[in-house]
């Protein structure tokens, strides 16, 4: 964990280069999901269940490699009732919020007597990634996949990698509405979302977050196929002041820690003595936690805490342009409102970031490494695609047509401008 003043001389250049440290992703990374991809699309399923044989020890076949209905069924039926009136509570919540995005198609006729106008339609098919390994995901498959279903995509098609299928994740993929789930993870799993594999049909657009691997496929299959977005580790900035409970700031910190040794925790205050005392309890917090390991290397390396005014933490969160801001302090939104880079928002000591994880109703798959700089969540606008709409009549194009031809020809494009002149009176 570091340690910034904003008081110091050298605070700019010592913190932008403490932001510009590289976390996560080893730079082979891009070159294995390469040759990935490249033998999906060339080898189809024999590929996937190779690469599924070797990076994941798991045996499958054309037969076996889709989680039947009646496992969906089981698994979704043992999962524990407090957990499965958890997942109905969330996804209801995320479901109305979404509803609430949906935007309205429009038409009009302007002056000149054109109709125009836009429609809104879904995708058709959507992948969704979901992460396996040591935890479940329910969450992840709520965020990802009732945004979809409120859109209205036909076909969502889940991917996780082999092995024990939780029930709550079952729970959740019943929940959400999902077509159909495939037991294969890693770039071979985003490669035949992409291309197809076998059984698989291939999908328009994938979502979800994954590991460094699934990040450089999905990035390289960008054009092939839509992407959501390039998920780095969580993030987190907690702005605090002095009468703040300290171990509530620093579970706050550790929510995102105890994600990735790669996740990045900030804490902003103007109390140095507050500050000490947050220190103190996420050294505690720390014993504690069955996630330690990975919580403590994550404060250990990427974590930080600044001391400043709190009239500077806007300008100071929107240089971080972090994932997730809390501000703990007796008037959030007299600074929220001067911020501008970040994924999501959380106000007040009683909002903290887990509440946006799972029940708040809006969407945890935020934008990382500073991409809220350019970038939102997802949302129902992931899942729907505009249409242009345009319709002129001989009054309307005698208007348009002139003016058409005028910069086809500016622009040497003779065909372009006789389409336009062809139709004009002689």
């Not at 039926?77 to 979404?98: K, L, W």
């Amino acid at each position: 964990m570091r340690r910034f003043s904003f008081a110091s001389p050298d605070f700019a250049t010592t913190f932008r280069a403490f932001l510009n440290e590289r976390r996560g992703s080893p730079s082979d990374v891009d070159a294995a999901a390469a040759e990935v991809l490249e033998a999906v699309r060339t080898r189809g399923l024999e590929a996937v269940l190779e690469y599924t044989r070797k990076f994941d020890r798991a045996d499958l076949t054309a037969e076996t490699i889709r989680v039947t209905a009646e496992e969906i069924e089981a698994g979704a039926a043992a999962c524990a009732s407090d957990v499965r009136e958890a997942i109905a509570f969330a996804a209801a919540r995320i479901r109305a919020y979404h509803t609430r995005q949906r935007p309205a198609d429009q038409a009009w006729t302007d002056e000149a007597g054109v109709a125009l106008g836009w429609r809104w339609t879904p995708i058709e098919a959507v992948g969704v990634y979901v992460p396996g390994g040591r935890a479940a995901y329910p969450s992840t498959v709520l965020m990802n996949c009732v945004p979809a279903q409120v859109a209205g995509v036909d076909r969502i098609a889940m991917v996780t990698p082999p092995g024990k299928l939780q029930p709550a994740v079952l729970a959740a993929a019943k929940e959400a509405g999902v077509s159909e789930i495939w037991r294969i993870g890693g770039a071979q799993a985003v490669a035949a979302l992409a291309y197809g594999a076998g059984p698989i049909l291939p999908v328009d657009k994938i979502v979800g977050p994954g590991n460094a691997y699934v990040t450089a496929a999905k990035r390289r299959l960008y054009g092939v196929v839509g992407i959501d977005a390039l998920a780095g580790p969580s993030e987190i900035v907690v702005v605090a002041d002095k009468d703040n409970n300290p171990d509530w700031i620093a579970a706050d910190l550790l929510s995102q820690a105890e994600h990735d040794p790669a996740a990045q925790s900030i804490l902003i205050t103007d109390d140095e003595a507050f500050a000490a005392a947050v220190e103190a309890a996420v050294a505690q917090l720390l014993k504690t936690l069955s996630t330690g390991e990975d919580a403590a290397a994550s404060w250990r390396d990427h974590g930080a805490v600044i001391l400043a005014p709190l009239a500077e933490s806007p300008g100071l969160v929107d240089l971080i342009a972090p994932e997730h801001v809390e501000f703990c302090t007796a008037d959030p939104e007299a600074l929220s409102d001067r911020v501008r880079h970040a994924g999501a928002i959380f106000l007040g000591r009683y909002t903290p970031e887990a509440i946006g994880d799972y029940v708040a109703g809006s969407n945890h798959v935020l934008p990382t490494s500073r991409a809220a700089r350019f970038q939102s969540g997802l949302s129902i606008f992931d899942f729907l695609k505009r249409t242009s709409i345009v319709k002129c009549d001989a009054a309307a194009f005698a208007i348009l047509g002139p003016h058409t031809a005028a910069l086809a020809e500016a622009e040497g494009l003779p065909a372009h401008a006789l389409s336009a002149r062809i139709r004009l009176p002689k």
